[in-house]
């Protein structure tokens, strides 16, 4: 049995497939299984795209209908026979030493369930060709790997790990499938299910495309939504107080563009995140008004998510606060055990 098991779902594109199905032949680490996933059941071509490979490694899995984004990743998120999983996403692909060094990673942590590495950003053009930003998602590119706990800052309204350059560990009755939310924030969501720490391998192993078309929503309302739902159930949790609340707030008014309203949304309609309010500058208030008057459906659309769409936030409320648990549980026990050690 091979030690790694990859899913790769794809959507009539082509020639991205084809670019990811060379990214996994090419890999140093040769012994993994492959499943390339059509979520197109009237596309025939992925399986002929397959097929010329010649490669016994890939399984075309063709789904009978078309699942979207997160229902398909979601079939991914689940213990598998073998002791790792990965998901290649087919607008990204890898560096040939990719799984040979995530592989190794793991096994110098046996007690860490995921692991991701950094990823250079690439840019569609509009002849098809990829350009080289020169950027990576993340500035750090050389280290050692690095052990990262819940309750980042960063979690508050985004997530630390990437989709497409991640390695996980499969252990049994694993199972990190979230609701059904927008394509765009699947990764914060599912964030709030890991076990902790991940460990973070700063080299960019993998190449992330900015494609120019994408299944992320560009609805306004919607992101304004997942964000609010986000950052309400964090704060609610994290125990911030004076100087660490007010710490949120500076990051938010550096943030571009400013994350500001979203800190007010959580306030005014998430009462147990009420005591942000006294942090809030008349500026951070003049942009709110500023936005509600350009789009005044947002604030009604957040406010209405409150009612209608009470079982996403009691899950994230309820993960998130699991999360903390765990984490102050965690760090209790070693305080301790750093006190009683001789």
């Known amino acids: 049995m091979a030690p790694v098991r990859i899913f790769l779902p794809t959507d009539r594109r082509h020639p991205l497939l084809e670019r990811a199905l060379a990214s996994l032949r090419a890999q140093t680490w040769t012994d993994w299984i492959c499943e390339v996933h059509n979520d197109d059941p009237q596309d025939a071509e992925v399986a002929r795209i397959v097929e010329r490979t010649g490669d016994a490694r890939f ?46 990673v793991a096994r110098g942590h046996p007690d860490v369930t995921v692991f991701w590495a950094n990823m250079k950003i690439w840019e569609e053009q509009d002849d098809a060709r990829f350009v080289d930003t020169g950027r990576t998602v993340s500035p750090e590119t050389a280290g050692p790997p690095r052990r990262v706990d819940w309750g980042q800052p960063a979690q508050m309204l985004g997530a630390v790990h990437s989709n497409g350059a991640a390695l996980f560990r499969s252990n049994p009755g694993d199972d990190f499938s979230i609701p059904d939310v927008p394509f765009s924030v699947v990764e914060m969501f599912r964030e709030r299910l890991f076990p902790y720490p991940l460990v973070r391998v700063p080299q960019p192993l993998a190449h992330f495309a900015l494609t120019r078309v994408t299944a992320r929503s560009r609805d306004h309302a919607e992101w304004a939504t997942m964000q609010t739902m986000l950052a309400a159930t964090f704060l609610r949790h994290a125990g911030y107080r004076g100087e660490q609340t007010d710490a949120v707030w500076r990051e938010a008014r550096a943030a571009q563009p400013p994350n500001t309203n979203v800190l007010l949304f959580a306030a005014l309609f998430d ?39 009470t079982r996403l936030w009691d899950w994230l409320d309820e993960n998130t606060a699991v999360r903390f648990l765990v984490a102050r549980t965690e760090a209790g026990l070693l305080r301790a055990a750093t006190k009683e050690a001789p």
């Open 59 to 104: 399984v075309n899995v063709r789904h009978e209908r078309n699942l979207g984004g997160t229902a398909t990743f979601n079939l991914f998120f689940r213990a598998t026979p073998e002791p790792f999983y990965s998901l290649h996403e087919d607008d990204n692909w890898w560096e040939p030493s990719f799984l040979a060094t995530m592989l190794d």
């Open 271 to 309: 009462p147990p995140c009420r005591r942000l309010l006294k942090f809030a500058r008349p500026i951070d208030w003049w942009r709110l008004l500023r936005s509600c008057v350009r789009r005044p459906h947002i604030p009604w659309q957040v406010l209405r998510s409150t009612r209608a769409q």
